[in-house]
């Protein structure tokens, strides 16, 4: 048996094993979690490989800057170690803890620590077996969305106050909140598209009757980049529009608010606006959006409109950096010499 560092070349066999060990997780939070290790330097995978050259188990390690029981800053860590059911009680996990062991020395850590569950008594053993003391039992307690009810209340009201008479025009554009001629859409709206670069999928958050989806698809359609629609927001009449908009894609639309939806995918692109969330919360929502919702190569737009007021002097988008983010573009609507909409981009590789 070999022992030695994951590379990418084994990102296939790792995958396998990891979807056996956690197979709850997505297979884009696989590919998430694997890019970030090999990409970081205080992540390391070790591997376990047979005569034949396959992979039969893994070890993925980290440096933690605290650890229970441990008394220094800088932890060797067992985040997750698994052998494959034929090759276990032959000592392979024992391998991989002590050259676990070795690589946490050489990066300056003199301690170790992991966790387990509480039931995985196989787990416990080899832990002991590898030397390693139970220093204390911990119940692990996690919250999300937060205040879920006092921002759906907020919703509510922002539907009633805001975005209640929508589906009263006749008009597409109208429907979506926007007033002037067609062309005036066309120049507002359009920056979103030439953000969109490459094909993949769109998830537009507060998509109203589903207006933007179809400009979108047709607008990125004619640079020869194919757009796959996705929508969501808190109105069911217009969730219902965008529904019988586009027929097609109807269970890609979902009734939701986009600060406590949970996407059953990832996506390439995200649009939104900051004005869909109370100001204190705008820092959570983006990081939420970012961290949950996009690829590892997937963008989010944040879109800012100010067609109702022509000559806006403030933009709320220019707070993103002191917010924290990295915008790495800025597209602009201008109709008759006006910016009246700024759409900032927000690579999740420039912001995770
Ligand atoms: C101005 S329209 C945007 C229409 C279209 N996406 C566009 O960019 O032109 C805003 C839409 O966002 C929806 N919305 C507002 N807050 C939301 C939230 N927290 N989650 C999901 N949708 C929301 C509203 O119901 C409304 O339909």
């Not at 640079?223 to 908009?245: C, F, M, N, W």
């Not at 959006?289 to 737009?301: A, D, N």
Request: charged share 25%; aromatic share 10%.
């Amino acid at each position: 048996m070999i022992i030695r560092e994951a590379t990418n070349g084994d990102i296939e066999q790792w995958m396998n094993l990891r979807q056996q060990l956690w197979p709850d997780c997505s297979l884009e939070d696989h590919n998430l979690e694997v890019a970030t290790i090999l990409s970081s330097p205080k992540d390391k995978t070790l591997l376990a490989v047979d005569a034949a050259g396959k992979i039969v188990g893994f070890v993925e390690l980290s440096i933690r800057s605290y650890a229970e029981g441990c008394e220094s800053k800088s932890v060797g860590y067992v985040e997750g170690m698994f052998v494959t059911q034929k090759n276990r009680r032959k000592g392979i996990s024992q391998e991989l803890l002590q050259a676990a062991e070795h690589w946490a020395l050489k990066q300056g850590c003199f301690e170790m620590a992991s966790d387990s569950d509480i039931t995985n008594r196989i787990s416990h053993l080899s832990h002991q077996k590898a030397g390693f003391e139970e220093v204390e039992r911990t119940i692990h307690f996690k919250k999300g969305p937060l205040l879920e009810q006092q921002l759906d209340t907020w919703c509510s009201g922002q539907i009633e106050s805001i975005y209640k008479n929508y589906l009263e025009s006749s008009q597409s554009w109208r429907q979506s909140g926007f007033s002037g001629p067609e062309e005036r859409w066309i120049a507002c709206r359009r920056p979103i598209a030439d953000c969109i670069t490459k094909s993949g999928s769109f998830l537009d958050i507060g998509c109203a009757n589903g207006y933007l989806l179809e400009s979108v698809l047709g607008w990125t359609s004619e640079h020869g980049i194919k757009t796959e629609p996705y929508g969501i927001d808190i109105s069911e009449p217009l969730v219902a529009a965008t529904r019988d908009r586009l027929p097609e894609y109807k269970e890609s639309i979902h009734l939701g608010n986009g600060f406590t939806w949970y996407p059953k995918m990832r996506f390439d692109y995200v649009r939104t606006e900051l004005c869909y969330v109370p100001k204190d919360y705008q820092k959570a929502f983006l990081n939420r959006l970012v961290t949950l919702f996009l690829k590892i190569e997937g963008s989010l737009l944040v879109a800012e409109y100010h067609s109702k007021d022509d000559s806006p002097t403030r933009w709320e988008s220019e707070t993103l950096n002191r917010m924290g983010f990295r915008v790495s573009e800025t597209k602009s609507g201008i109709w008759k010499q006006k910016e009246l909409t700024r759409v900032s981009v927000l690579p999740r590789e420039l912001n995770a």
